[in-house]
């Protein structure tokens, strides 16, 4: 026993000796830099929890060069939460922004909150890029910090902003007791529009805390399935078993999913290929597709309008666009193939060429059972 803590009391100071040597070796500098150094370093300073570097150019130097060789992993964010490495932060910035929907961006921007950069993440929230615009608001939404209400507040009631960016801050918002406390206000005074009403009321439905949700369901008129049957929130809505065959015929008939969707060979190609949307959306975001299409509307399936020097609007995906033509589909599936000459201007909006009401033809059982069927389309696993 005292022969063990003897030991173990030994080996402790023969470490402390270690890292002492280690982490002193001012005169050695020219000799010993290499990347298992560097990380030695690191590890040694966390061991003695020695997290303030700020004073010591060598050891910051060392962490800088150790984060270079693990950019963009868990660690790599790790490492400068602990030492606090703010030269990192345009690095951080573009992390959240090109991973936006990823473990790794959503942490980044959490990140980015500790660090009290919320005039930086704004900035770029209300940039001219809109699709990083997009994606650093998506970020910051998904994520936990408790910092994310005041940062994406603004947006909620901007009129200016996107129907898309407002959709993701409410959702984000709505995922903070303060936030749902603000949409409700809102809501009292009539300041939410019709168009982000959906959004808002899943928010809240799924508050955890039953007066928010009594309150929502008092301002908020459900939309209604076939037989004038309310259709119940998104949170009891992924509860509800489905039956994927039946969801199969749904999709083929009655929801008319076939004419604009692709599932393997069948069906037309006028919004995205569903063949393997079951590794893509969760239920959740599945059900929201369907209800509330215009919510997030897929990359590369934004609806258009072109304005022709006739005075005519056709409206749809764009197919193809050069120079001298451009290639609109309508919601039939149509192509217009209209000349540059003609068109007066083209207009990309907010709104999805998916019929926002498909709902009102199916019971709400059809409607679970369609999302049956496509939680079950996934990617072939490649292990038999
Ligand atoms: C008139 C054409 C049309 C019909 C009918 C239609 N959709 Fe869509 N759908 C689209 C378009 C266009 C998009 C891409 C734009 C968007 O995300 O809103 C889309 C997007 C989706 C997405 C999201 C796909 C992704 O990759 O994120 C899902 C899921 C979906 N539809 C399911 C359905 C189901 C289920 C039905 C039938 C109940 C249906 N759609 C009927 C045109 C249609």
């Not at 060789?69 to 660690?75: A, F, L, M």
């Not at 369907?290 to 309008?305: F, M, Q, R």
């Amino acid at each position: 026993m005292t022969l063990h803590c003897k030991t173990k009391v030994y080996s402790v100071l023969v470490f402390v000796a270690g890292c002492v040597a280690l982490l002193s070796t001012t005169h050695t500098a020219v000799s010993q830099e290499s990347p298992s150094r560097d990380k030695l370093i690191v590890e040694t300073l966390l061991r003695l929890q020695r997290y303030d570097v700020s004073a010591n150019e060598k050891w910051k130097a060392a962490i800088g060069r150790h984060l270079l060789t693990i950019k963009g992993t868990p660690r790599y964010l790790e490492l400068i939460k602990v030492f606090e490495i703010r030269d990192t932060i345009p690095d951080l910035l573009e992390l959240a922004i090109s991973s936006s929907m990823e473990t790794i961006g959503v942490n980044a921007a959490s990140l980015l909150l500790d660090f009290k950069q919320s005039a930086l993440l704004q900035k770029e929230m209300y940039g001219e890029d809109k699709t990083r615009a997009l994606a650093i608001t998506q970020s910051i939404s998904l994520g936990g910090h408790p910092g994310r209400f005041v940062v994406l507040k603004p947006l909620v009631t901007d009129a200016r902003a996107s129907r898309q960016i407002r959709n993701v801050a409410i959702k984000g918002v709505g995922t903070t007791k303060q936030g749902q406390q603000y949409l409700l206000d809102l809501l009292s005074s009539g300041r939410i529009p019709e168009e982000l009403m959906f959004v808002t009321g899943t928010a809240l439905f799924a508050s955890s805390d039953p007066v928010i949700v009594k309150s929502a369901k008092e301002l908020i008129t459900p939309p209604t399935t076939v037989n004038a049957t309310p259709l119940p929130p998104v949170n009891e809505l992924i509860r509800l078993l489905g039956d994927p065959v039946s969801g199969k015929v749904v999709f083929d008939k009655k929801g008319t999913c076939i004419k604009c969707h692709k599932i393997g060979e069948a069906g037309k190609e006028i919004g995205p290929s569903l063949t393997e949307i079951g590794s893509k959306l969760s239920k959740e975001a599945m059900f929201v597709s369907i209800l509330d299409p215009s919510a997030g509307v897929s990359h590369n399936y934004e609806t258009y309008g072109i304005v022709l020097g006739s005075g005519n609007v056709l409206s749809g995906i764009l197919v193809s666009r050069s120079d001298e033509e451009v290639v609109i589909r309508n919601a039939e599936g149509i192509d217009r193939v209209v000349a540059v000459a003609e068109i007066d201007e083209i207009i990309k909006t907010d709104v999805s060429l998916m019929p926002a009401d498909l709902h009102k033809v199916m019971t709400v059982q059809e409607l679970v059972n369609v999302v049956a069927y496509l939680t079950q389309l996934k990617k072939p696993t490649t292990e038999n």
